[in-house]
Each structure stands twice: as C-alpha cells, then as structure tokens.
C-alpha cells in the first residue's frame, strides 16, 4: 500500500473511532500516523515539524517551512508550505504545493520531487 493511500485510511479509521466513542482503537490510529509522518523528508532544508490536518480523509493536506539558504550558504529565511494531496484515476495521486516561494520557484520543484517520492512508497504500519 502506497503511503498515502494508509494516510487516508488511517485518518478515516481515526474519525470513525472517534465518533464511535472507542479510545483504544483512537490512540491505535494515532500512533500510526505519527509513525506515517516520520517518512515525510526532513533535512535538506525542510527543517521543521510536519503538521497534518487529520479532518478528511479524501483529501490529504500537510504543511510544513522550507529553511532557505543565499548563495554564501547563510539562511536567510523560511518558506511555509502546504501540500495538497488529492485522488487521480489517471495518476493515482495530484500533487499541489502552495507557499510564499516567490524568486525561489526551485524549492517548490524540489519539494515537488521529494513529496512524490515519499509519498508513493510502499508503506505498511499495523
């Protein structure tokens, strides 16, 4: 299973064990998708926490902020992104990256590519 097919159902299987009132099977799901946003890339710029909207389930939206360097290799700011993650019949899963990137239009590239791959892993966390 890809990753972001088990993010989606597990996010599903957490709204439904809340609604349903069962803990156990809540702290379960929980774990999970912690365990899940551990695979997201970090290092190489994206240097802070994933933050995950655990609301739908159709639709997967994370965020997190890019840590930008200048030529001379100094940082020089953050770049905040969020990710949009939504169904395909054709290619399995859409890609969409907004942030305040503006000149730095290579980062969302960059952030493109290494999202994607994370993202079609194969993953199975019990």
């Known amino acids: 299973m890809k990753w972001y097919e088990q993010m989606a ?68 700011g953050w770049i905040d992104f969020t990710v949009k993650v939504s169904p395909s019949l054709q290619f399995g899963a859409n890609i969409k990256i907004t942030g305040t990137f503006g000149k730095r239009q290579e980062i969302k590239e960059y952030l493109y590519d290494m999202i994607d791959i994370a993202i079609n892993e194969t993953t199975l966390i019990n």
């Open 9 to 76: 159902r597990t996010i599903a299987a957490l709204n439904n064990s809340i609604i349903n009132k069962n803990y156990l099977w809540e702290d379960k799901y929980r774990k999970t998708i912690d365990e899940l946003i551990k695979q997201l890339p970090h290092g190489s710029g994206i240097d802070s926490s994933w933050i995950i909207a655990l609301t739908r389930s159709d639709v997967l939206f994370f965020s997190n902020s890019f840590h930008a360097m200048n030529e001379q290799g100094g940082y020089e």
